[in-house]
Structures are given as structure tokens and as C-alpha cells.
DNA sequence: GTATTTTTTAAAGAAATTGTTTAAAATAAG
DNA sequence: CTTATTTTAAACAATTTCTTTAAAAAATAC
């Protein structure tokens, strides 16, 4: 099948939640449109195929909510809520007007794009059934083994268990092996849009990895590896 | 070799409804056609062998009692019948019609698909593959037991007593052992259509279950584990 | 219709995670 | 070899998340 990069709507009142989103996803190849206006958005979403719509909740014009429910009258674009803390955030959302996921704010960019690629991968899955391969996402080193759907990190075998952030910052470091990553950039990936913290907290977090991965194997610690005055990066042939 | 799936016709006037059941039965890779009328959902399935139907009783054009009545005149399609509360859902009537078996409303996504399985089973031996999810009707862990058959959870030869929800909440996490699940996820898996309530909810349920499985066996009850800033899972090698 | 059980909500207390700070160790460079 | 810089380590404070408890609401049985 050719490939065709996904168009994607990104609505929020916020400039720098949008641009953020842009740039975020246009790295990733995806073709981005903004709107800031809730009834803006939605007769854009009408007049062109969005393969996706990320929507923000509150929005001047018309709320989320309804631009979803109004688009759903005649179109099953996929829609991914963005909501904020307060906004009842900690309640089952609602699939009665058709939303797909949402994402809670403030996020970090690195969790938008892995939902995104997700509910792309689901919906086009729907479309074509031949493909169907069960995309299992599991990352593979030779001491080291990440299973993203079962959240598991299991080090020769033994489970590992990592507290949400050494989770994350392990699973980014793995998605791109042998890439080595600023601690600004990892703060800005990984961490959520804001976060302004001490890139310390960085050192703090790869630390508190190596000790839990060196308890189970010095090998597996090893993989993580300090690139003097760069920042730090996953060597996947650790042949040691 | 290509596999073959199972089509289905999901038949009901409510476009949500439509929409729900399409979207967790899509994701165990049945095939979906629509219709929100019962004369036309007729003429559907009279055209094309579907594998199953789940039609609502309730419909414009032609009730599903009547659809179902004209069907079994000429194909065996099998009917499972979805009825709201009041609607006459006590009255085993629909099986009178050919029915397979009904469902009321609002169910819980989970036990759709759990009967829209059973149901292909029964009604073809061999000609579907399980998919993704093998429905067995008994899980054995190391320290318990889940006879679904029976309806009856056992933990160490002990039979423990559990409200509908706290076995609803077990049985689905024993089914994907290891698998985290996030509150939202459960609530909206597990718990009917129209719970739209506080994520809380699921918390007290797992204490509960824990505190009655914990009265017979502890590891019993370390067995299901919470995975901080995620949710929860069952751990099937509870080997502390 | 009342009583009982089950489910849900709410709120306080406990536990775990995260971020900052400080000091020590390691590395690079002169 | 000495110094300056960077990284690591460890301890503390702040925050977040989870558990527990209790009470209200809903559903079910009597």
C-alpha cells in the first residue's frame, strides 16, 4: 500500500499549545492545519478529510464537545479530546459524542504523538482488515526487553519495575537507540509542555534507572551511556 | 492465506449505539455493517450471510422481533437480541422467535463481546479462529481460580463470595494477564455505557476484592498489582 | 413498601514519586 | 599534576497518586 502522510487538525485557542502540537507532529511527517475557533474548526473538518482531530475542550465559538457531536452527524474523522486537569478530567469521558481518546493537559509532546500515531494505526487498521498483523510493541536489547502495551521492562527476565517517569524516559531512549539526547531535549520531550525544571532532574532520573537495570544485570545498566557534554543516549550493541 | 473474520450486523436506531458496539467489535476484527431500521436491516440480511446479527428490539420500520420472525423463514442467521430495561425483556419471549440469545440494556462493551463470541463458537465450530482474546471459561492462576461456567471464584480450594462487580472487575482482568488497564479503560470496558462516574469507583472495587481474596490467601491478593500513574493488572507469576 | 445488599462518592491519611539541592567523584584540558 | 568542568550520588522537600474509611445513593430482595 502506498504511504500517504496523514492530514491532521489540530484546534486549540492557545497559540503555543498549536504550535507546539505543529511542530511536534510535523516532525513525524504529518501534515498540520490550525484552528483557534470551535465553529471554525468544525467547517473545516467538514469541507476537508482530516485522517485525525486533535480538539481542544474549552474553545471560543463552540465547545469541543459539540464541534465532535456535529461532526459526528456526518463524518467518523478520528478525534483525540485534549482537556484540561480541572475539567473533569478524573471522570470516564464520554464516547456518547464520539471521541476517540483524550489526552489530559498539560502533556508532554512525546505522549500526543505516541496517540496519535496509535489511533492512526487503529483506524486505518479498520479500513483495510487485511493488515492484520498484531502490532505487538515490544523493543528488544540483548539484556533488555520493553513491553509497551503491559507497561513491563523485564531485565534477562526479571521484571523491572520503574516508577512512571523512569518508565517514560527509558521507553524514549529505547524507541531511538544509539541517538543521543540533550538533557534539554529530553526534559522538553519527555517531560510535560510546563515543565521549566533543572536539567539535573534529568542526571537524577537516568541515575535511579541505572541502579534499578544494575541490580538485575551491569549489562543492562551499561546500555545507558553518558556522552560527556552532550547529554545521554541507548547503546543497543552493548557487546561487552 | 488470508483468515477469514467474522461479519456482523449491528442493528439499532440509536447512531452511539451503533457506534459503540462497531468500535469494540471492530477491535477484535469482526467486520461491521449498520443499519438503524428494521425492514432495511431485513433486506441486509437477507442479502448477505452475515455471521451473526445483534439487533435491537426496538426499531422503526419493523420491530426485531418481526425481523427476526421474517429472517428464520429462509436463513438461520444467528439473532442476539438487544432489549432495554422495561421492554419486555423479562418475558423469554424473544427465543420463541429464533433469537440465540438477548442482551439488556445498557450492557457493558465487555459482555457484548464476550456473548458475540460465544454465540460464533457455538454457531461454527471450526470455521473462525479464535481472535485476539481467547474466551476460556475457566483461568487458573497459581492461587486461584475462575470458573466462569459456574460463576464461581475459587482461592485455594476456598470458595470466595464476590458482588457482581467485583467479579465482573476480576474475571476481566484475569483475562488479559500481565495487561495494564487504566481506570478510565475498566470503567469504560467493564462497567455499562452509561456510567459516566469517578475513576474512584474502580479503586474501591479493587480494595474490596483484594480485601476478600487477602481473607484466604495473601498472595492471592498481591496478585493484583498497581502499576503507579497507570492503573491496574493481574500479575499471573505472582511469585513474591 | 421496607430492609438489605451493593455500588458510588467524598475526604482524609498513607505511600510513592518527583524535583531540588548539595557534595563527591570522574573526566577533560592545560 | 593541577585545575576547571561535568557528571554522579545522596538526602531532603514537595508533589502526586493511591488506599482506606465512612457515608450517601442506588439497586435488589423480602
Known amino acids: 500500500m502506498k504511504e500517504k502522510t496523514a492530514s491532521i487538525l489540530v484546534v486549540d485557542d492557545e497559540e503555543r499549545i498549536r504550535k507546539l502540537l505543529k511542530m511536534y507532529l510535523e516532525r513525524e511527517q504529518y501534515r498540520i492545519d490550525e484552528a483557534e475557533d470551535g465553529s471554525i474548526a468544525l467547517q473545516m473538518a467538514l469541507e476537508k478529510d482530516y485522517d485525525l482531530i486533535l480538539l481542544d475542550l474549552m474553545l471560543p465559538g463552540m465547545d469541543g464537545e459539540t464541534v465532535c457531536e456535529k461532526l459526528r452527524e456526518s463524518k467518523a474523522t478520528p478525534v483525540i479530546m485534549l482537556t484540561a486537569k480541572g475539567e473533569e478530567a478524573n471522570r470516564v469521558q464520554g464516547f456518547e459524542v464520539g471521541t476517540d481518546d483524550y489526552i489530559v493537559k498539560p502533556f508532554s509532546p512525546r505522549e500526543v504523538v505516541l496517540r496519535v500515531k496509535a489511533l492512526l494505526r487503529r483506524s486505518s487498521k479498520t479500513k483495510f482488515l487485511e493488515t492484520e498483523t498484531t502490532t505487538k510493541n515490544v523493543i528488544v536489547f540483548p539484556h533488555l526487553t520493553i513491553d509497551h502495551d503491559a507497561h513491563r521492562v523485564k531485565v534477562d527476565q526479571h521484571e523491572v519495575s520503574l516508577t512512571p517517569k523512569e ?25 510535560n509542555y510546563e515543565f521549566f525544571g533543572d536539567l539535573r532532574t534529568v542526571d537524577t532520573h537516568v541515575k535511579r534507572l541505572r541502579e534499578k537495570l544494575n541490580k538485575v544485570s551491569e549489562e ?12 545521554y543516549k541507548i547503546e543497543a550493541d552493548s557487546a561487552t
Request: proline share 3%.
Open 167 to 191: 518508565y517514560e524516559l527509558l521507553y524514549y531512549l529505547a524507541q531511538n537507540p544509539d541517538k543521543v539526547f540533550s538533557r534539554e531535549q529530553l526534559l522538553k520531550d519527555v517531560w
Open 220 to 231: 543492562a545498566a551499561e546500555m545507558i551511556v553518558t556522552v560527556w557534554g552532550v547529554g
